[in-house]
């Protein structure tokens, strides 16, 4: 069975600096990758997805992901971030035999200061 | 405006109370989930309805029931639940294809007293 690991469960980082979120997984077969965003008080929101092709995925709101299969990973990043970018991050996998099952990781709680 | 509606968006109720959670979705989706986000633990999957037919039950108690009457309707029956319950239920739906991913509604916040 699949697993996902967000290795930071909060990440503080002052406005226009980058950010690095963290996502690690392990599945013996091969796998689809999601980042959510939850804004508080609000249900989760699709960020972006990796399915196949390019490694390098683009999403919503200038942020990005890459997939690092030898290493199972699937970090999300942003070059600069906004106070509105404050929210909690959730990295899902989704193995491909899985019957369009989700599997979140616990979160990460990203705290954009000014 | 998600797709996905929950009500209510707050419940708080007592421990000998029945309450039901709605969820409904006119996306035209065919699988339905139900989710516990507890503070401080990863997102719980609890049920899964695919064309109105539960496939997963993952453990939950039987004092959580849930009901699909058809594809665009999900309730979670609640009773003598525990203070341990209190947490965000939310609903999502999915068209049953990968690359859609899953709609999530904004969630139901219950607290259980």
């Known amino acids: 069975a699949q697993s996902v690991t967000q290795l930071d469960s909060q990440v503080p980082v002052f406005e226009e600096a980058p950010v690095e979120l963290r996502c690690n997984y392990s599945?013996?077969?091969?796998?689809?990758l999601f980042w959510y965003v939850q804004y508080p008080n609000q249900g989760l929101q699709l960020l972006l997805k990796?399915?196949?092709?390019?490694?390098l995925v683009k999403g919503i709101n200038g942020f990005e992901a890459e997939f690092n299969k030898s290493q199972t990973s699937f970090h999300l990043r942003k070059p600069s971030v906004h106070i509105s970018d404050t929210a909690e991050y959730f990295c899902?996998?989704?193995?491909?035999?899985?019957?369009?099952?989700?599997?979140f990781g616990g979160g990460t709680r990203l705290m954009v200061k000014p | 405006e998600t797709g996905v509606t929950q009500t209510p968006r707050h419940l708080v109720m007592g421990m000998t109370n029945k309450k039901s959670l709605k969820c409904e979705q006119h996306?035209?989706?065919?699988?339905m989930y139900w989710y516990k986000q507890s503070a401080k633990k990863p997102l719980e999957l609890m049920f899964v309805?695919?064309?109105?037919?539960?496939?997963e039950n993952n453990s939950v108690p039987s004092r959580f029931s849930p009901e699909c009457p058809n594809s665009s309707h999900l309730f979670l029956h609640l009773h003598t639940l525990q203070p341990e319950d209190s947490a965000l239920y939310l609903c999502?739906?999915?068209?049953?294809?990968?690359?859609?991913?899953?709609?999530f509604g904004s969630g139901t916040r219950l607290t259980v007293v």
């Open positions: 996306l035209g989706h065919n699988a």
């Open positions: 599945s013996s077969v091969s796998v689809y």
């Open positions: 309805y695919n064309f109105k037919e539960q496939t």
């Open positions: 999502a739906s999915s068209q049953g294809r990968i690359d859609y991913g899953y709609t």
């Open positions: 990796y399915l196949s092709g390019s490694t």
């Open positions: 899902a996998v989704m193995e491909n035999n899985a019957g369009n099952m989700l599997t």
